[in-house]
């Protein structure tokens, strides 16, 4: 029958192209040479299917693909485990979700009191955070370039993804707190975990045995 696999495209793509090569899963193409969103692969029958991360969540969730490879970031801010199975951790794209302030502002590395304005691409997991800290904010939602709204003057904090921490630092920001420890994962639609469970298990196994 074959899978419908859903990649997230870009660094994760690159990083989770061996591990789905370990596992035996091999584009007919090359596909950083290709501009198609689909690939079919040489054996099994599964089709890959490129996009943005944002948009993984939401191909497995309604079953256009039956398997999605994205960052836990993602999963997060889509809303986590109801509307799928997440049932792989695959150690790439490894990075944290941190609150980040001007480091002229960072009081002793604690986030100052008071009502905060706080800039991110992750507006329900910062909107849950606070809340959960009981913190007054407002979440000003950007679609990029976040690091800059503390300079500009549009935010007192920052919610985003932080690797080497260059990109702060690079901005005059500190990051604070750890919301969460982020790496690609492996979700699974629902009834396809049913319908196709074989293919399913399969599949989990080998990129299992390819990450260990
Ligand atoms: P860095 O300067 O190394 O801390 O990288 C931070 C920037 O790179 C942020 O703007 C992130 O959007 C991006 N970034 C770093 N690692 C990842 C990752 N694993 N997944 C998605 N974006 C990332």
Excluded at 72 to 87: A, N, Q, S, V
Excluded at 134 to 154: C, D, H, W
């Amino acid at each position: 029958m074959g899978l419908t696999i859903a990649l997230n495209r870009g660094r994760i793509l690159d990083e989770c192209l061996p591990l789905l090569a370990e596992a035996g899963i091999v584009p007919v193409e090359d596909m950083s040479a290709s501009r198609k969103l689909v690939f079919n692969t040489a054996i099994g029958g599964h089709k890959l299917v490129v996009m943005r991360g944002s948009d993984v969540p939401t191909y497995v969730e309604y079953g256009a693909a039956d398997v999605g490879i994205t960052g836990k970031d993602t999963i997060l801010e889509y809303g986590g485990g109801t509307h799928f199975y997440e049932r792989l951790d695959l150690r790439v794209g490894r990075c944290r979700l941190m609150t980040a302030v001007p480091a002229s502002t960072a009081d002793g590395l604690q986030m100052r009191e008071g009502h905060l304005r706080v800039a991110t691409k992750f507006v329900n997991v910062a909107r849950q955070y606070f809340e959960e800290r009981n913190r007054q904010v407002t979440i000003i939602p950007l679609s990029g370039a976040v690091e800059i709204a503390p300079l500009m003057s549009l935010a007192d904090c920052i919610v985003d993804i932080v690797d080497t921490g260059n990109t702060l630092q690079a901005n005059g920001l500190v990051a604070l707190e750890t919301i969460a420890e982020i790496s690609s994962r492996v979700i699974v639609n629902r009834a396809s975990m049913k319908t196709k469970f074989d293919e399913v298990q399969l599949l989990i196994e080998a990129l299992r045995a390819a990450v260990d």
